[in-house]
């Protein structure tokens, strides 16, 4: 009897001990299944914050974008970061994929055969890690994607011929529906911000314990349900000793401190990258400079473009379509300093209020923001946030007075960096407009600020209200700070009103000018204003190999400008001792068609006649430039020319052509600086090799813009 026990209880034993097995080996295959992803994949087009992915072979390719090192904007290609960071190698393999918030710089390298891009920054990033799974943090088995279409998120099941791209096993289902039933609990809880890709928005995450999920929006928030940004009543500001004149003093309350970028995937918040971004005084414009691989055996002019294909804001849809004759992307800096007192931070309210009125505020005409400036800046309300005039006054009305100092160079600042963005409703179409009021003077500096922000296309008006009187003039910071702010025309962006109480009297005249578009000089950048002509030499120390790279740095160089008959127009010479017009600058009017037309030049073979063609560019190209175009010539040599090059350049220089001169191998440094315009270390340079010709390609590119932000534009 008692074996008989004894062996019954063994049994029963040995039978739970087995289905204890089954049950884990059960768990462990749905904790273990890992969905496959392409190589085209970019993280910003994945939902879910932190995910495990399988990366299939083949993915190291050129076309693949990566912009980063380390740390990658969301829009690179997963797959081909991962290589780049050495997590995986060309034959794939598991990839944890952690969301964090936006980067203030991105910087590219050359790793593991990949090299990935520069971006001056973005507003979602990820990180790249080994494909294990983290303790205590459950992996989804199906990805979800953004759609442009539907908020909703994929869940229906996937058909049998997709098993091979990821498709869930039947014993991992119980697992994905869990994932979802967050997701679903998250979305009612976050407010999306807009993805990287046109009409598509994601939110900006960072991993948790728990797999959730946001939801992509595709609608305009609505004026009545768009809450006010949260306030938290503080001390008042120190008063501005010895600065203005003493006024009427009016309560204030300051905005919470700005988020940072997150400096840790594992215990990162949820935050949006605003005002820690930094931009070194020569970078030209707010968009990536991407330069194409220059490693052997790639193929030539494989650069991936497309018009603008991440990079174009998706068209707000909205409920009125508003003033269609006035298409701007407007924002107000309004004065929230204590100087400017309670009663008349009303009067500007009221102007403001009026102006929204009479811009006729929609969809397909002017959008407004506003940004509040005192001790530091802080976005009211952005492009997105009003569809109408009705609902942007009311806003306007209910606007607290932040107090403080009236930093105005430090708010042009932050309006250059955070607020034209696409999450903010920036539409890319429409000139970028800043209209700035301020009360007196400011207290900081603005000629650097405003110069920078000009730099990225943006037009900068001023309206300052009772200025310094006589005695006053000693206490203001910078002298003549309008001047120095707007461009240099006559007054047009400029408007000096008397009083407060008098204001009233320019809404239209500002209203005028805001709209006038064809006059809006400050909106033709750097990029869209110029007629560019490069000079090849072609002869027979050049080689052929070397001669291809030649054309891969000119794409590399064109590509980054906005090409159309309106904007930049590009034209080339290519000589020896004699010349040949390749393209003038009327024959291609696409950023393509100038693409594949350099791809199409031949090498021709032959002397070097530098001097020779200098002059036949002149004649061919730029005596046929547009008035209001400004001229540029490229000059890419190997060696030194058989003739003189300083009379055919002085006669360019003189004809109003700016000259930049690169020099390759046995190129003569004499003959370089003779080329290039005043000052020479800014527009000659030297490579000891074809190979390194890429160097220089966001250097030229910077002191193009830099040339052109510091002459008068009318």
Not at 15 to 20: E, N, Q, V
């Amino acid at each position: 009897m008692r074996a008989t026990v004894i062996a019954t209880f063994f049994g029963v034993f040995l039978t739970c001990t087995y289905t204890a097995k089954e049950a884990t080996k059960k768990t462990k295959k749905a904790k273990l299944y890992v969905p496959q992803i392409d190589c085209d994949v970019k993280a910003g087009k994945i939902i879910n914050p932190e995910f495990i992915a399988k990366c299939p072979p083949g993915c190291q390719d050129v076309k693949h974008r990566v912009y980063g090192t380390d740390i990658y904007a969301s829009f690179s290609s997963v797959c081909n970061a991962a290589i780049h960071s050495g997590i995986i190698d060309n034959t794939g393999g598991k990839v944890l994929v952690q969301k964090v918030a936006g980067h203030s710089g991105y910087r590219g390298s050359f790793s593991n055969g990949v090299r990935s891009l520069s971006l001056p920054r973005w507003r979602e990033s990820f990180l790249v890690s080994e494909g294990k799974p983290r303790k205590g943090v459950t992996y989804p088995s199906t990805l979800e994607y953004s759609s442009s279409k539907s908020t909703a998120v994929k869940s229906e099941p996937k058909k049998p011929e997709q098993d091979l791209k990821g498709t869930k096993s039947a014993d991992t289902a119980n697992t994905s529906e869990k994932a979802s039933d967050q997701g679903d609990t998250a979305r009612k809880e976050r407010q999306t911000t807009p993805g990287p890709t046109p009409g598509t928005e994601m939110a900006t995450t960072t991993p948790t314990a728990t797999t959730t999920t946001t939801e992509p929006s595709t609608t305009v928030p609505q004026p009545t349900t768009a809450p006010a940004a949260p306030r938290a009543t503080a001390a008042p500001a120190k008063a501005r000793p010895g600065l203005h004149r003493g006024r009427d003093m009016g309560s204030s309350s300051v905005h919470p401190a700005y988020a940072s970028v997150v400096a840790a995937a594992a215990s990162a918040q949820h935050q949006e990258p605003v005002a820690t971004f930094q931009s070194a005084a020569s970078s030209p414009v707010h968009l990536a400079m991407e330069i194409d691989s220059w490693k052997p055996g790639l193929s030539l002019f494989d650069t991936g473009f497309s018009s603008k294909e991440e990079l174009n804001p998706k068209p707000l849809e909205s409920i009125s379509q508003g003033n269609q004759n006035c298409k701007v992307d407007l924002s107000f800096l309004m004065d929230g300093s204590w100087s400017i007192g309670k009663r008349r931070f009303q009067l500007q309210k009221r102007f403001l209020g009026n102006v929204a009125q009479a811009l006729g505020i929609g969809s397909a005409g002017p959008l407004m923001g506003i940004v509040q400036y005192g001790d530091d800046p802080s976005t009211e309300f952005n492009l997105k946030t009003y569809a109408n005039s009705k609902d942007l006054r009311n806003a306007i009305e209910k606007i607290q007075q932040k107090g403080g100092l009236s930093n105005v160079g430090k708010a042009l600042s932050f309006v250059n960096k955070n607020f034209f963005l696409d999450a903010n409703g920036n539409r890319g179409g429409a000139p970028n407009v800043v209209v700035v009021m301020v009360d007196g003077w400011p207290t900081d500096r603005v000629e650097e600020a405003s110069r920078l922000a000009r730099e990225s296309g943006i037009n900068i008006f001023f309206v300052t209200v009772e200025a310094a009187a006589q005695s006053e003039k000693q206490n203001v910071v910078e002298p003549n700070f309008v001047d120095k702010a707007v461009c240099r025309t006559s007054g047009f962006y400029s408007i000096n009103v008397p009083s407060w109480f008098s204001l009233h009297k320019v809404v239209q005249p500002l209203v005028k000018r805001v709209c006038d578009t064809e006059r809006l000089a400050c909106s033709k950048t750097c990029l869209n204003a110029a007629d560019i002509g490069f000079v090849i030499d072609g002869s027979s120390s050049v080689g052929t190999g070397n001669f291809r790279t030649v054309l891969q740095f000119v794409a590399n160089i064109s590509k980054e400008f906005e090409i159309s008959d309106t904007d930049t127009r590009i034209g080339a010479v290519q000589y020896t001792y004699e010349q040949r017009l390749e393209f003038s600058f009327d024959k291609y009017s696409t950023k393509q068609d100038v693409l594949n037309a350099i791809k199409r030049i031949s090498y021709w073979s032959g002397g070097t006649s530098t001097g020779a063609a200098i002059s036949y560019a002149s004649e061919q190209l730029f005596s046929k430039s547009k008035p209001n175009k400004r001229k540029i010539m490229i000059l890419i040599t190997d060696g030194r020319s058989y003739d003189d090059v300083s009379v055919p350049a002085m006669a360019a220089h003189q004809n109003g052509v700016i000259a930049y001169s690169i020099g390759v191998a046995w190129a003569a440094p004499d003959e370089l600086e003779a080329i290039a315009s005043d000052p020479a270390k800014d527009h000659s340079f030297f490579v000891d090799d074809f190979d390194n010709l890429y160097r220089y390609v966001n250097q030229l590119i910077q002191n193009i813009c830099t040339e052109f932000n510091s002459q008068p534009r009318n």
